[in-house]
Every structure is written in structure tokens, then in C-alpha cells.
DNA sequence: CTGAAAGCGCTTACAG
DNA sequence: CTGAAAGCGCTTACAG
């Protein structure tokens, strides 16, 4: 009905300036205006119940309080995840987020880019596909503060906050080490993102420094856009032939899925046939006996670290903060210490 | 470092109008412009790669192009579902959205709606909590344009986009009772929200038609806030006990997840001892020999209506439209038909 | 201590 | 057919 009441509408109500009541408002130049009409101020505004427009604001100052997010897909659980814990950090710092899905397309993500800036959001937090360089490149060149989220690129000097791919899969492929299991294999998704190249190169290390080299054909680098049929190939290869696997971990929380699934196909027994360990938490892994080991990231950490420090940036962009956070290894039923007969 | 180029820009490199220029790059006036100024603004336009301040843009028309989405939980898959459809309807009609997590809390809800009011966003697509009748009716009563997304209240007047969810369970449980179920229990929420209800309503009518009445002990409604604990303890006490039930539906995504993974513990066997069905899908069906029957929601469907209705309802804030959407009830092995000798 | 005035970047009713 | 001018609702450098 009435039309959201303006700055002007509380200072012509008192017979004083809008700067006046801005002002107060803002709780700018404080000492220096009078008590008395500072209180009279804040009581109508708060009589009219006055928001400040947004649009108004933010077209002088260049701010607006807002942050974009860009993740691969806001269906999928872990960015999901991301995303909620992002929407909280902001919220607590007054931000809002306007949010988008890249499918894991530079294309779309860069096209996403430019409507959120056009938007004017005041920074923006990526997890970025592959193939993103050039685009992240020009956005440091025009200083638009942003932080890259759960992936980054080691060829580019910007601020990001990731997990610790490389130490996460290798203590993962210790622990098995440890209990007994030799012949592990990893599935993993071919790809030229650095975050799973870490995980390969956790999964390598590990096997070296235990006196092992690792055989071509327990790494299986499936393609991601079949990930559920070749994931499938992959166990039914690692778990038949010649020289079966006694162990598999996997580096996403897709492939676990894919992986399970296909293993309970095969009637592989969790932890008796094989030893299993996954890549984050999934509701999946409550319907087992065996609840499986898995490699926990800490999702809402990260998202908070990564929305601090974008909103660090906002004043200084050229502030570059790049954190690495550990993963956890969860252990659990599936992946139980070998007794010494087999091993 | 070259700040964005203006409408100024534009107009001075021509030395014509801002006024002009805004015209043709908003084709209006199209016919009443001389074609050679319009085509040489449209060249420099893009020669400087103008993209227009949605700020100065919104403050001048009310319009931001930008809408609000309040789910339950962005971290919920079935909310997360919600929210890609919305993003990518939104997006294919040239709007950005704002989102917000409710957490089920209705003063929190009411507080993002006034956020994103604040904001400037065009309409809202809301899930909303129980108990948030009044600050509804007042969003209607200032014609802010909004729908209802999953849930509504039978006593507004608002356009919603839901299921049907009385048809929903009723096709559910007249699909068990057609299998020669016939003791079936349902475990649902305690909660005040009328999609809910409707569930419970569906299950009582379908046993009705079947001239069964339902025993209370094969209700149990569960509290929201303790869903796992509660739901363990309805299953037991469902499968045991003097006339244990042949056959066991869920009312949501959760339950179905709790009550699955109470049953694998139990030991209860799928479909031998005990018939399922379950709401929505989840990751976790994948991982069962017997893949559960379970009840479909069109999630897709239903953003991207309530969308379009919103982008409508712009214009027209009055016009208010409902929408029951039907559920589809998947037939797996967990519900086969019973042998006419069991039954 | 207070306020008039300019201006952020647009749109559009109005005048020519 | 074209453009000067006002104004959206704020903020802030500047003048008193």
C-alpha cells in the first residue's frame, strides 16, 4: 500500500536535512551532532520502521553487500553444503549471496561471472572447472576481489582455501598401508583439475614411501561424464583378474557412491573381500553393517575461512590469502587392521 | 583499473544524449530513431563492451531482476533440488536469485523475507516453516508478489506450487493394499504443516476404501527435531509387538533414510519380512539389492512453475494461482506382490 | 554543530 | 525524430 518510507520522509517529518538523518543513521560524525535530535531522528525512523533502499545505497557508495557463489551444481550434496555454510558466514557479516551452477563448464562459469558482477556483487567465491585461468586472470587484473573455494589453480597467484588434497589421500592410502593391505587401488576422475592431480599424487606417495610402486592398472581415472559406468568397469576390473586388489579408495564423493553401489552389485563382501575407503560423508553410509572408513573435509569451514577472507579483500584485493585445510580420516568398520596370516 | 564505461561514455563519444542512447540500447522509441545514430550507439556500446548499472537501473525502475528463494535447508537435497530448477528457470528469463535457509524456524523466515524485501527482489519463492500465516498475509497485503513453493496453508488465498499429497500417499498405500498388504503402517512428522497432513490423510482414506481402519499404534508421527532417535523407536516398534505390520510407508526423504537404516539394522529383511516405500529419492537406494518402491516428486517441475507464476505474478500480483502437482509412485522390488497365501 | 548541494547511473515524461 | 531535464533514494565533500 503506502510506499516504503524514505530518508526524506523522516526528515521532512522533523523539519531537518536528509544529510542530517543520514547522518545519524550511519552513526557517522557521532559527536558531533546534537543528543537530542539524534534520538528524535532514530525514533521516527524506527516509528516508520524505514529500510534504507539498497539499490539507493549501493549506486553511491559501489557497495551492496551482496556476494556471489559459484559452485558446479547447488544440487549436488557437497556443494550444497558449500553453499549453506557461506549463506551463514555472510549472513552473521550482514551479506546476502546471490548464487549460480557452473555444470563444471568455463563457458557458463565466466558467463555466470559477468552477470553476477553486473549485478554488483562486492566479491565473488568460486569452485571453479577446469579451464578457468585466462577468465580468473582478467578478474585479478580489474582487482575484483575474489576467493577461490575447494579447487584452485597452482599456476595462478590467488587467494583460495581448499583441502590439503595431497596429505588427505595419502594418510588415507597409509592407514591402509598400516593395517596390512597391499595391492590398493585408486578410482579417480581424468581431469586437469589440480585438486584431484593432489589426490593422485597423496595416493603415489604414499605407496612409494612404503617400498611400494604402484601398478598402472590399479589407478583408474574414469571419465566424468560417465562416472557411474566406468566407475563400474573400474571395480569389476580392480576386484577380478589376475591380481586383485585387497583395498580401494576413492577420491570423490560421486565415485563412493558409484563404487558402493557397484561392489554390492558384484556381492563383494565390505570388509572380508575387500577394504574400502571413501571420499567425504554420504547419508548412503549409515544403511551399512560395516559403515564405511572415508576422508572427511571440513565443508563449513571452509566456506567460512574462504567468505572471510573475500570479505577481508573487499578493502584490499591485492591481499592474497591461500589456505590449505586438513582432511580427516574417519576410520570405520570397512577398513579393520589385516590379520598377519594374510598379510 | 578503467572504471566500467557509462551511458555517459557512450553518449559523449557520439555527442549525443544519455537519453538517446538509453532508447536504442533499450529499443524503444525503436521506429522514431534515425537507423544510423542507432546502429553507430550500438557499435560504440559494444566496442566498450557496456553493460548497464543494475543498481541505477533498479533505482529508477523498481525492477531488479532479481528474486528471493527462502528454502528449508540449502544443504537438504531435496531443497537443494528446489533450488537449482529455480536458478536455472530464473536465469533462462534473465533473473539472478537471492537464497536463504529457514531452518524450519518461522521468526527466522520472516527475517529473511524482510532481507531480501530489502534487497529490492522483484518476488519471492518461499517454502515456508509452520506458522507463517500472519507474516504472509501482510506480504500479501502489500502486494509483494511471492508463491509458495512445496508447502502452503489450506487457509490462504496464496499462489503455491505443490504436491499433491494426498493422492500421493493414497496411490502409495492403494498400491500396497492392491499387493495384498494390509497391515501397513506410516511414519510421518509431528509437525502443524498441512502437506504433511494431507500425507496422513492420504494413508487414512486409502485404508478406509479398503473397509480397514487404521490402528493408531501403526501411526507414528515423529518430532522434527529428533527424527533419527524417534523414527528407530517407531520402526521397532512397528516390526515387533503382537500384530507387527506386513508394510511400512514414509512420509518424507529423512524418515525414509532413518527408517531404512533402522530396519538393515534390525535385520529386518526387504521385501521377506517387511514391504517399503519411501518419499523422493536418495542416493542410498542405489545401494540395495531390492531397490525401494518409492513415491516421486515432479521437484523440477514444481520450481520451475513457481517461477514462472512469480515472473507472471510481476506484473500481476493479484492474480493468484494454485498448483497441485501429481506424484509418481516408482514400483521397485521392496513391494512386490504378496503370495495369496500370506494374504 | 548543521545543512545545502552535487552526484552516483540510469529512465522517462515532456517539450520542442 | 531528438534531447534537456527531472528524479529514483541515498552519501558525503564542502561550506557555513
Redesign the interface.
Known amino acids: 500500500?503506502s510506499k516504503k518510507p524514505s530518508l526524506k520522509d523522516i526528515a521532512q517529518r522533523l523539519g531537518v536535512s536528509t544529510a542530517l538523518v543520514s547522518y545519524v543513521l550511519n552513526n557517522k560524525k557521532e559527536n558531533r551532532i546534537g543528543k537530542e535530535i539524534a534520538t528524535r531522528i532514530r525514533q521516527v525512523a524506527n516509528e516508520l520502521n524505514y529500510?534504507?533502499?539498497?539499490?539507493?545505497q549501493?549506486?553511491k557508495t559501489n557497495r551492496?553487500r551482496?556476494l556471489g557463489l559459484i559452485v558446479a551444481?547447488?544440487?549436488?550434496?557437497f556443494?550444497?553444503?558449500l553453499?549453506?555454510a557461506v549463506?551463514d558466514e555472510a549472513?552473521q557479516q550482514g551479506y546476502?549471496?546471490?548464487?549460480?551452477?557452473s555444470d563444471e563448464n568455463p563457458a557458463k562459469c565466466s558467463q555466470l561471472i559477468?552477470?553476477?558482477l553486473?549485478?554488483?556483487v562486492d566479491g565473488l567465491l568460486i569452485a571453479p572447472p577446469a579451464g578457468m585461468e585466462a577468465k580468473l586472470t582478467t578478474l585479478q587484473?580489474?582487482?575484483t576481489p575474489f576467493v577461490l573455494l575447494d579447487r584452485y589453480y597452482p599456476s595462478l597467484h590467488t587467494s583460495y582455501v581448499a583441502l590439503n588434497n595431497y596429505q588427505a589421500m595419502y594418510h588415507a592410502v597409509d592407514h591402509l598401508l598400516s593395517s596390512g593391505y597391499h595391492r590398493i587401488g585408486l578410482v579417480t576422475f581424468d581431469t586437469a583439475l589440480f585438486h584431484m592431480a593432489e589426490r593422485g599424487r597423496g595416493y603415489l606417495t604414499a605407496l612409494r614411501d612404503h617400498d611400494l610402486s604402484a601398478r598402472k592398472s590399479w589407478l583408474k581415472a574414469v571419465d566424468p561424464c560417465n562416472a557411474a559406468v566406468e566407475t563400474a568397469k573400474a571395480i569389476r576390473e580392480l576386484t577380478t583378474g589376475a591380481q586383485p586388489v585387497d583395498a580401494v579408495v576413492f577420491a570423490s564423493n560421486m565415485l563412493t557412491?558409484a563404487g558402493?553401489?557397484q561392489l554390492?552389485r558384484l556381492h563383494v563382501r565390505i570388509p572380508d573381500d575387500l577394504a574400502v575407503v571413501g571420499f567425504d560423508e554420504?547419508?548412503?553410509y549409515?544403511?551399512?553393517?560395516a559403515p564405511p572408513t572415508y576422508i572427511q573435509q571440513p565443508v563449513s569451514e571452509m566456506s567460512q575461512q574462504a567468505t572471510r577472507i573475500l570479505l577481508d579483500m573487499l578493502d584490499a584485493p591485492d591481499r592474497i590469502m591461500q589456505v590449505n585445510l586438513p582432511a580427516k580420516l574417519i576410520v570405520q568398520a570397512s577398513s579393520p587392521p589385516q590379520s598377519v596370516v594374510n598379510s
Request: zero cysteines.
Open positions: 500500500m529500510q534504507p533502499n539498497r539499490m539507493a549501493g549506486l551492496t551482496t551444481d547447488i544440487a549436488n550434496p556443494s550444497a553444503a553453499a549453506r549463506e549472513e546476502t549471496v546471490i548464487f549460480g551452477s559477468d552477470t553476477l553486473n549485478r554488483q587484473q580489474q582487482r557412491l558402493l553401489q554390492i554420504t547419508d548412503a549409515s544403511l551399512f553393517y
